[in-house]
């Protein structure tokens, strides 16, 4: 089971000690069955004998199944821990475009669903651990007992676990139907938070999007996990009925065949009865273990997906390159969607920035400015040309450090509560100094780096947001429709105070703007029309 193999990764060498007490665990519940049985067929003078024996096994099977679990717990728990870290480091390693073609859907899905799932799963590991040594303990004082019938208690256990691993796997399929509904479940309830407005004010809309979207995907989510559960039940009971008729083949049809010693069958009775413990709870971890193994699966997928494209990310990158020239080489990039005939291209362009320049990207909706944006900060890979810096050709290499000559503020921007990633002494002062600039010093406190409020006017954010780009005190800084947002008054601070201050410092500013009433500030304009430079 590639659960065991996630944990064996791990640390092999806890498995293997954990396997170990795990083992003595089990081969002193089998010595346990055992001295009952003693005690129940021998005569006064011997049970003292044995009640010491029997409290000597009893103390030894508490202490070795306790360091058996603990040290299964915390293998499990950390490797857990780890598998969260390592896939989010992964999606942070990856580059901005795959990212978007994956969809922020599946990732969510299985950073939340899919390693809950493993959690919950990895947490019954080492009493299934425990459970599978009890059984086999038992087992060899079955065998002790009568080879014949250890043999055909291996038979029906053949049996039972032949058809349960087949109903198992059946079920592990829908699971994984399931799964994959999970991920348009997440599409919707993005949806429900994101779109509330929208959904609240038209409720035709609501309706429609409740019984003919979310309901859908959550009846066909809900369906395929019955059927499945329905399974390992019959799974389940199926395990239990055999274990009955063995039993019953014992008890009642043995003693037909051949002569058999009291004491004997009641040692046989005593062990299978005692076995039926740990294979039942065997029984009730396997839906949870089949559902971890569907989400190992689907990390597996998805983090050799992420893996597989994942940047070249440098420990420590310069924190701020030497800049004379950003040059752009007949660059291109292509959204390729297969629904659609025609894919927008954007390029070839050339380009060339300086230090200290102020430029406009204009040009109408869709015409591949924010493209261009992302690419010009090495957010997008471009597909052919080249970005070169100083000279210098922009490769998986140095692309972590290109990026740190830029601060931006896109128009999907995201605004951190804390001020991060900002090592100055006075960040509170200059932050304030800031807030005052950009008029929120009302609204707005700063204390050791965190902002009292983020829950602002969608224009405000977009101020904390320059604040913050401020902050970071880059070479170049590029603003996406900033001034979109503000109001006539602080749109004239912005074009005719703000960027001259940050030009007379000698930052480079590129400003994707549709305000032609500001256009002639510019010391160079670039206009693209569907993709192309105009
Ligand atoms: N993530 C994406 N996946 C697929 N196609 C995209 C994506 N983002 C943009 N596009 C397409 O690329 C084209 C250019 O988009 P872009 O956002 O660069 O335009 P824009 O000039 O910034 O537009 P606007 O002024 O409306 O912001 C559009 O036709 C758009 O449909």
Redesign the pocket.
């Known amino acids: 089971m590639n659960l065991i193999g996630f944990l064996l990764r791990e640390s092999w060498v806890t498995v293997a000690i954990a396997a170990f007490t795990g083992s003595i665990s089990g081969a002193c519940s089998a010595f346990l069955i055992a001295s009952i049985n003693n005690a129940l067929s021998s005569n006064n003078t011997s049970t003292n004998q044995l009640l010491w024996g029997f409290v000597g096994l009893a103390i030894v099977t508490l202490v070795s199944s306790l360091i058996s679990g603990f040290l299964l717990v915390s293998l499990s728990q950390e490797a857990v821990y780890k598998l969260r870290l390592h896939l989010s480091g992964l999606i942070l390693s990856c580059p901005l475009?795959h990212l978007?073609?994956l969809g922020a859907n599946r990732i969510l899905a299985t950073l939340t669903e899919d390693i809950q799932a493993i959690s919950t799963a990895v947490f019954t590991i080492p009493f299934l651990c425990i459970d599978i040594a009890i059984i086999f303990g038992c087992l060899v004082y079955l065998g002790s007992l009568s080879w014949v019938v250890l043999l055909i208690t291996l038979v029906f256990l053949a049996v039972a676990i032949g058809s349960v691993q087949f109903l198992l796997s059946k079920a592990e399929r829908l699971l994984k139907l399931a799964r994959d509904e999970q991920d348009r479940l997440f599409k919707h309830f993005r949806a429900i938070t994101d779109g509330i407005k929208e959904l609240k004010l038209n409720v035709r809309r609501r309706e429609a999007f409740l019984t003919e979207e979310l309901q859908v995907t959550a009846a066909s989510s809900r369906d395929y996990r019955v059927t499945s559960l329905r399974i390992l039940a019959i799974a389940s009971s199926f395990g239990d009925l055999l274990f009955f008729i063995l039993l019953g083949l014992l008890v009642f049809g043995l003693p037909q065949l051949t002569t058999i010693n009291t004491s004997v069958l009641s040692g046989y009775v005593l062990t299978l009865t005692f076995i039926m413990r740990p294979i039942q709870s065997i029984l009730q971890i396997l839906p949870g273990l089949s559902q971890a193994s569907v989400a190992l699966q689907k990390i597996d997928t998805l983090g050799l997906s992420l893996a597989s494209r994942s940047e070249n990310i440098p420990n420590q990158p310069d924190p701020q390159p030497f800049f004379k020239s950003v040059e752009l080489i007949q660059i291109s990039h292509t959204?390729r969607?297969e629904q659609e005939e025609s894919n927008?291209t954007?390029g070839p362009i050339n380009l060339t920035f300086h230090p200290g320049e102020l430029v406009f990207i204009v040009?109408?909706?869709?015409?591949?400015?924010?493209?261009?944006?992302?690419i010009i900060a090495g957010l997008y890979i471009p597909e052919s040309g080249e970005i070169s810096l100083n000279g210098e050709k922009i490769t998986d290499n140095n692309r972590e450090s290109y990026r740190q000559l830029f601060a931006t503020v896109f128009?999907d921007f995201y605004l951190f509560e804390r001020i991060l990633g900002i090592n100055i002494n006075n960040l509170d002062t200059q932050a304030q100094e800031y807030l005052r600039q950009l008029q929120l010093e009302h609204k707005v406190q700063i204390k050791d780096g965190v902002l009292s409020t983020t829950d602002l006017s969608q224009g405000q954010r977009k101020r904390l947001a320059l604040l913050t780009a401020y902050l970071e005190d880059r070479l170049i800084y590029l603003f996406?429709?900033w001034a979109s947002d503000q109001d006539p008054f602080f749109r004239e601070i912005f074009y005719k105070q703000l960027l001259p201050e940050l030009q007379s410092k000698g930052k480079t500013i590129l400003v994707?703007s549709?305000d032609d009433r500001y256009f002639h500030l510019a010391d160079k304009t670039i206009k693209?029309d569907y993709?192309k430079l105009a």
């Open positions: 475009r978007e073609e959204y969607r927008f954007l040009g109408g909706n869709g015409s591949g400015k924010s493209t261009l944006a992302k128009s996406d429709e994707i549709h693209l993709g």
